[in-house]
């Protein structure tokens, strides 16, 4: 079938891909984390040096299938947000090059049945307002 041929990358192909040639820093503030093939990926850029940082719901991180618990015993920097309603943010840079956000939640869900968007963008300026975001939030939770 023509569908066949036209078969788009997973969006989890994406994320993880993204995560896999990070070098040196990873921010992540993810909503919901509960799909195993990113765990893995930030697990596997812990071993290799690169420092990451990941900043989630605090009500998300309390689901029996999140994945926070196996991410600190690994080795990631995570904070469980306790400063607003909900930690709804999506994003994620990468070595301070590169930028990843749209409405994908990290869980199996999102990336098989949801319609969803991610994308990846490597313009300075919104890395770097990314980044300070990110250390406010990182801030304001410690």
Do not use: P
């Not at 993204?18 to 984390?33: L, P, W």
């Not at 850029?45 to 690994?74: C, F, I, P, Q, W």
């Not at 990336?111 to 990110?134: G, H, M």
């Amino acid at each position: 079938a023509a569908s066949d041929v036209y078969k788009r990358q997973g969006t989890k192909d994406v994320v993880v891909g993204f995560i896999d040639r990070c070098t040196t820093q990873i921010n992540a503030a993810v909503y919901a984390i509960t799909h195993d093939d990113i765990t893995a990926a930030l697990i596997r850029a812990v071993e290799r040096g690169v420092d990451v940082r990941v900043l989630t719901d605090k009500l998300m991180a309390s689901g029996r299938y999140s994945d926070d618990e196996e991410l600190e015993e690994a080795g990631v920097s995570l904070l469980r947000d306790t400063q607003s309603g909900a930690m709804h943010h999506k994003f994620m840079t990468g070595d301070g090059t590169a930028l990843a956000t749209g409405s994908f939640n990290w869980t199996k869900n999102a990336d098989e049945k949801n319609a969803e968007n991610w994308t990846v963008i490597r313009l300075k300026y919104l890395v770097e307002e990314f980044n300070e975001e990110f250390d406010r939030l990182w801030e304001l939770n410690s």
